[in-house]
């Protein structure tokens, strides 16, 4: 059958005939992959910057944000059965008995660093025709959602993030307890970046009923700002608004969702954060210079103005139930503006020129369901 696969020796990527899986455990499940959503990470490992085959292999089979149709389920299995839409979750344990985190199955939390994941570290990933694993890691998707399901494993990120700025949060007497969906919990919010994690975080931001803007570099009058105000969000670009302009435009910022990975960007809007304020990091920075910034500034208003500042990364089952839920409830309230985020499907064969070209559209997919 047909994957999307790495070459790291001679640094090519290529559509390989990799061998059919097969149920090998009880728990098993055969899944029929229909879309795979290309991401930075996958950019990066077709750039051969990270990444890494299973032991031994000659290749990686890439590809983690996945959909697909159940075909076959081992006898034990319970959780999945055959047609049902599933998303399948990208990390495995790292196997030490000593980590607290992949021990309790919250490997997004892993202390060790020696997890694997699925399509990027050590392990086959899901751009293939067929994919068998564990159903434990599967999640249903109801399938209205047939169209928009590649997109629950990016919005894992901000709903990892926000189960986890509601934790923080509680100790403000004010907040309600448990992240409250829909609830119109009136507080400000700042997306940095339009790529897809920033776009389907401002609508899981507006969803929770967040007064949510949106700063990024492209124009005012662009497609990303017009799809930034169809929902309801408000879109902030220089040269109109620079960043040492946010709070002033925007007033007291509870919640910073950073998703530029540009450190340059990030640090100037952290001297926008507010009274009580939350900043979540979720981009991963390249290699670029060092930036210059007021040290003394950002920790006077850390310590005066009870801010608080964390780094999140991977999703836990949690954030994957979070996610079904949540694009459902955006495909209720913005079926257009949700369908407009996947700007592209393309057969496999296309995959490595796709990887290797500039970045275009907002969700590029690579489809196998048009080959059955
Ligand atoms: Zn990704
Ligand atoms: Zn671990």
Redesign the pocket.
């Known amino acids: 059958m047909r994957a999307v696969a790495a070459f790291p020796a001679d640094r090519t990527m290529r559509v390989v005939d990799h061998p059919e899986p097969r149920l090998e455990r009880e728990g098993d499940a055969l899944v029929e992959v229909l879309d795979v959503g290309i ?1 930075g ?1 996958d950019r990066e490992i077709a750039r051969f910057e990270y990444g890494s085959p299973p032991p031994g292999a000659p290749y990686l089979v890439i590809g ?2 996945s959909l697909g149709r159940v075909a076959e389920v081992g006898p034990a299995v319970t959780r999945v059965k055959p047609g049902d839409l599933v998303v399948t979750m990208v990390r495995r344990p790292c196997g030490h008995p000593e980590c607290k985190a992949c021990t309790r199955g919250r490997q997004d939390f892993c202390f060790t660093g020696d997890f694997t994941e699925r399509g990027i570290k050590g392990r086959h990933g899901f751009m293939a025709e067929r994919v068998v694993d564990d159903a434990g890691y599967m999640h249903v998707v109801p399938a209205h959602l047939r169209e928009v399901g590649v997109l629950v ?2 919005l894992t990120i901000a709903e990892k993030a926000l189960i986890q700025v509601w934790d923080v949060q509680e100790r403000l007497p004010w907040t309600p307890a448990g992240v409250p969906p829909g609830s119109g919990h009136g507080e400000k919010a700042l997306v940095l970046g339009a790529g897809p994690v920033g776009l389907l975080g401002a609508l899981a931001l507006l969803a929770r009923g967040f007064e949510t803007w949106v700063y990024s570099l492209e124009p005012p009058d662009g497609p990303k700002a017009r799809w930034v105000e169809s929902v309801g969000a408000r879109y902030l670009a220089p040269p109109g608004t620079a960043l040492p302009d946010l709070a002033r435009r925007i007033g007291n910022v509870d919640l910073v969702y950073e998703a530029t990975g540009a450190a340059s960007v990030a640090f100037r809007a952290l001297e926008a954060l507010g009274t009580n304020g939350v900043f979540v990091f979720t981009g991963v920075p390249g290699r670029k210079a060092p930036i210059a910034l007021d040290a003394g500034v950002l920790m006077r208003n850390l310590v005066l103005r009870n801010q608080l500042v964390f780094g999140t990364v991977n999703a836990g089952p949690d954030a994957f139930e979070a996610a079904v839920d949540d694009l459902a409830r955006f495909h209720a309230r913005w079926p257009a503006a949700l369908g407009a985020l996947v700007t592209g499907r393309h057969p496999p064969e296309a995959a490595p020129a796709l990887l290797a070209g500039p970045a275009a559209g907002i969700k590029e997919v690579v489809s196998f369901a048009g080959a059955r």
């Open positions: 991401c990470t983690h944000e494993e990016p």
